[in-house]
């Protein structure tokens, strides 16, 4: 029944307005913590003696999460006449010897227009501190911008060699935030020629809708998981 609902919620997700997600946001975070609640002894025998792997169902649940994300990122590449647009979250890539975490950041879906070089394959349990100036925006101002990846030459040269390694002329980027409000990735889309086709407003105010749309389908991608 539960799988059920969360497969009606995926769409409710994608075809739906802010005060939609909103609902659908405060619904995950209910169900997140029933199912805490329910966490009992036989539950966790039975995910012992299973494994780790998650059930046909599950896998259903999350592979459709996976193409609406997809569909979703695609639509904004289209919309926006962008050339390149992905979503990356954090995580944990390891642990260190002293036991602190590293601190990581993965692309999970990118989708690029005819004749762009894709970086996903080589965007993989990336060292956030390495961005930290991105980081910092999303977490503060919830936006990245870059106008002319240029102007990062002498103040950001990590990301300015990044941008040029990956032929980018500008970039904008929206935080990511899961229903407890922490910044948990970014939506962001490129342009491999300095965008003069979309207002920037224009670009921001379509990756604040998606950004939250996206962030809903994550959470409930993360109940699925637990």
């Known amino acids: 029944m539960e799988i059920s609902y969360l497969k009606q919620l995926v769409e409710l997700i994608s075809n739906s307005g802010i005060a939609i997600v909103c609902s ?3 619904l995950i975070f209910t169900i997140t913590m029933f199912k805490k609640q329910q966490k009992t002894l036989d539950e966790v025998t039975k995910s012992l003696s299973r494994g780790s792997h998650p059930s046909s169902e599950d896998t259903e649940v999350l592979e459709t999460i996976n193409e609406k994300i997809h569909e979703e990122v695609a639509g904004v590449l289209n919309s926006l006449s962008s050339d390149r647009a992905y979503v990356y979250l954090y995580h944990n890539g390891g642990v260190s010897s002293s036991g602190l975490f590293f ?8 989708v690029v227009d005819s004749g762009v070089l894709p970086v996903s394959s080589s ?6 501190g390495a961005y930290s100036n991105l980081c910092k925006a999303l977490a503060t101002q919830g936006q990245f911008v870059v ?26 980027v929206k935080s990511l935030n899961d229903s407890l ?12 020629s300095l965008n003069n086709l979309v207002d920037n407003d ?4 379509v990756l604040t809708a998606v950004s939250q749309r996206v962030s809903a389908l994550v959470d409930v991608k993360s109940v699925v998981s637990k």
Do not use: P
């Open 24 to 26: 659908a946001v405060l």
């Open 103 to 110: 601190q990581r950041m993965s692309c999970i879906c990118e």
């Open 123 to 128: 965007s993989q349990n990336l060292h956030k």
């Open 147 to 172: 106008d002319d990846t240029e102007s990062l030459k002498d103040t950001d040269g990590f990301m300015y060699q990044r941008y040029q390694s990956e032929h980018t002329e500008s970039a904008y």
């Open 181 to 192: 409000g922490r910044s948990i990735g970014f939506i962001g889309v490129d342009y491999c």
């Open 202 to 205: 224009m670009i921001l105010e």
